[in-house]
């Protein structure tokens, strides 16, 4: 087996030994989501209006929590540590790993997108329009926030410390992202912005990883 | 001897006796200036036809806001000169124009909103050159909670530097998209109402205090950076005869 197709096995086997890791945060979009109206009001012509905008939001804070410790376990029992004497860039594996929590835990999130848009009465096509988007644009935010998870690993008490220093890169993400939600409940061409965003994500997806095996090398080297 | 006066800037000791002399020198000539222009500012300039006195804000928040945003390139440079060389020195600076750039940001955005109030009615809106300041804010606050958390001075340096380079690569990105947004959501009822023409009695004394708040910048960092090579080097001997002599 190839080391690519030992670390995607290897990832899976975690998320199949916990499960909770995959299901708490769909759980928290869920209670944030039923939050909204009791905060609010259950007029559904309102909750239509800023609901988009809400899950959006919510999304945005359940994939922060669940990325936040994306490297941790494997900081502190050694893995990454090997990584480095694999005859592969370090990069590339940030790349696979990264991957693999997006399709693991990003991608449930995005699938649960629709559900949560009935709940908050979004129409149909903005609710599509927030499915596509999300797609494009989760890429690049599971990137930036797994930088933050890898700048933040030789904090002694990090808390959400990588959390706090990872939002402020997500604004163009999240502008150009309530741009296209903006177009598709006005009923206009949404495809301009969204072709940006995934350039975005593209160009974070490319980029990103090599500022992570930076981050991961200075700290592992200054833990020792 | 050609590359002395480069090698030079590794030593702490060189570093923290020129820097004195520097600071002394930074220190009266921004005092000067900004003296020379607040008064003829405040005192002298015409008023503006349009804003009465309130403009004269400007004497102090144009230079700050200019600052805010000069201090973050001044770290990236740092931050490669750290990178490429390995100066300790470069790190301390990054240190040092942290806080004191968060300073500056946070002293912009007060200044501002307290402008704001008397001329838009409002301290504070959604403007894309106020928000993109917000995000800055932030930014130098990141930097700042990210080194606290490290305990060790040389690794917390290197993973600073790493998010400043990330920064510095995104801070135009969402500067263009902030701009853009605010654009897309309000039409252009409010703009920061700058003058495309200003009378020269209004923009000299300005331009002289925009000298001065840079100088006192560099006087500001200088001194911070004294004070944090004497933490760090208080091992050494030069430290120990530094606080025998005092």
Same mark, same amino acid.
């Given at each position: 087996m190839s080391i690519e197709k030992r670390i995607l096995a290897r990832e899976l086997w975690l998320a199949a030994a916990r499960p909770g890791d995959i299901v708490k945060p769909l759980w928290f979009l869920l209670l944030v989501v039923s939050m909204v109206p009791l905060a609010l009001?259950?007029?559904?012509?309102? #909750?239509?209006?800023?609901?988009?905008?809400?899950?959006?939001? *919510?999304? $945005?804070?359940? !994939?922060? &929590?669940?990325?936040?410790?994306?490297?941790?376990?494997?900081?502190?029992?050694?893995? #990454?540590?090997?990584?480095?004497?694999?005859?592969?860039?370090? *990069?590339? $594996?940030?790349? !696979?790993? &990264?991957?693999?929590h997006w399709l693991l835990h990003v991608l449930p999130l995005i699938l649960l997108s629709p559900v949560v848009a009935l709940m908050l009465s979004v129409p149909g096509d903005v609710s599509i329009a927030l499915f596509i988007t999300m797609l494009v644009a989760t890429p690049a935010l599971t990137c930036f926030s797994g930088l933050g998870a890898a700048l933040t690993l030789g904090s002694s008490r990090s808390g959400i410390l990588g959390v706090l220093v990872m939002m402020p890169l997500f604004v163009p993400v999240v502008v150009l992202a309530s741009g296209v939600l903006i177009r598709a409940m006005d009923g206009s061409e949404t495809?301009?912005?969204?072709?940006?965003?995934?350039?975005?994500?593209?160009?974070?997806?490319?980029?990103?990883?090599?500022?992570v095996s930076l981050a991961i090398r200075v700290n592992i080297g200054g833990s020792n | 001897m050609r590359w002395r006066w480069f090698h030079q800037w590794g030593s702490p000791r060189w570093f923290y006796e020129r820097?004195?002399?520097w600071q002394l020198v930074c220190g009266w000539l921004s005092l000067g200036l900004i003296a020379v222009g607040t008064i003829w500012g405040l005192g002298f300039a015409p008023v503006d036809y349009q804003q009465g006195n309130s403009y004269r804000i400007i004497y102090l928040h144009v230079p700050v806001a200019f600052l805010a945003q000069a201090m973050y390139g001044a770290m990236a440079v740092s931050a490669v000169v750290l990178f490429v060389w390995k100066m300790k020195i470069a790190d301390v600076a990054m240190?040092?124009?942290?806080?004191?750039?968060?300073?500056?940001?946070?002293?912009?955005?007060?200044?501002?909103?307290?402008?704001?109030?008397?001329?838009?009615?409002?301290?504070w809106v959604w403007d894309a050159r106020l928000t993109s300041m917000l995000i800055l804010a932030f930014l130098y606050l990141a930097l700042i909670g990210l080194r606290a958390s490290i305990r060790d001075p040389d690794q917390a340096g290197k993973v600073c530097g790493i998010l400043i380079l990330v920064g510095v690569v995104n801070l135009p990105i969402i500067k263009y998209s902030v701009e853009w947004w605010n654009t897309l959501h309000q039409p252009a009822s409010l703009k920061l109402t700058e003058k495309p023409t200003m009378p020269a009695s209004m923009w000299i004394p300005?331009?002289?205090?925009?000298?001065?708040?840079?100088?006192?910048?560099?006087?500001?960092?200088?001194g911070s950076?004294?004070?944090?090579?004497?933490?760090?080097?208080?091992?050494?001997?030069?430290?120990r005869e530094l606080v025998k002599r005092v």
């Open positions: 009001t259950p007029d559904s012509e309102l #909750l239509a209006e800023i609901g988009s905008a809400m899950i959006w939001i *919510a999304t $945005l804070l359940a !994939l922060l &929590l669940n990325s936040e410790h994306l490297f941790q376990s494997d900081f502190s029992d050694g893995i #990454l540590e090997q990584w480095l004497f694999f005859n592969r860039p370090l *990069a590339w $594996l940030v790349g !696979l790993k &990264l991957t693999a495809l301009p912005l969204l072709a940006l965003l995934g350039a975005f994500s593209v160009a974070s997806a490319v980029l990103v990883p090599i500022a | 820097a004195g002399r240190q040092s124009i942290a806080i004191i750039g968060f300073a500056f940001t946070a002293l912009a955005l007060g200044s501002g909103a307290v402008w704001g109030k008397p001329t838009w009615g409002t301290y300005l331009l002289i205090n925009i000298l001065g708040y840079y100088i006192v910048a560099a006087y500001l960092v200088l950076m004294r004070a944090i090579l004497v933490e760090r080097e208080r091992r050494s001997s030069w430290v």
